[in-house]
């Protein structure tokens, strides 16, 4: 099952890359390695967020998205402050993640919401154009 086709779309042409059409699916979030949130406007979702268990404790953010039409609403912020809700209440103490230098305005995200700079981690422990950061939950 594919989770938020629309905003999933919207999300591929953003950041996919040409030809990639991997899509979200549910068995990536499922508990209790995982979660997904959607969050919706109107009926209409416009954000989605998720986070998988990364190790031990520690769970890495993923997918993380605002429509371009939503921006700027506070939903990034909503998506956020629900999943750390939900993974501390999952037994996980420090979320993880990765975000690219073209997305300035995630890094100010997270940064504002008490994200810090951490060493890189997993699959991207050698991506030059990228911005590590984590938080204690």
Do not use: C, N
């Not at 999933?8 to 042409?13: G, K, L, N, P, V």
């Not at 809700?85 to 100010?108: C, D, N, S, W, Y």
Request: charged share 25%; glycine share 12%.
């Amino acid at each position: 099952m594919l989770l938020t086709a629309e905003v999933q779309q919207e999300y591929q042409r953003r950041y996919g890359g040409e030809g990639d059409t991997a899509p979200i699916v549910a068995t990536e979030f499922l508990a209790p390695g995982g979660y997904f949130a959607v969050a919706y406007e109107d009926g209409v979702p416009v954000a989605m967020g998720g986070w998988r268990r990364h190790g031990g404790t520690e769970a890495e953010i993923k997918r993380m998205y605002v429509r371009e039409a939503a921006r700027g609403r506070g939903h990034a912020r909503v998506v956020l402050a629900h999943l750390e809700q939900h993974a501390a209440a999952a037994g996980i103490t420090r979320f993880v993640l990765e975000t690219g230098l073209e997305q300035p305005e995630a890094i100010a995200l997270y940064r504002s919401a008490g994200y810090e700079d951490v060493p890189a981690f997993g699959f991207y422990k050698d991506a030059p154009l990228s911005v590590h950061l984590g938080k204690t939950l």
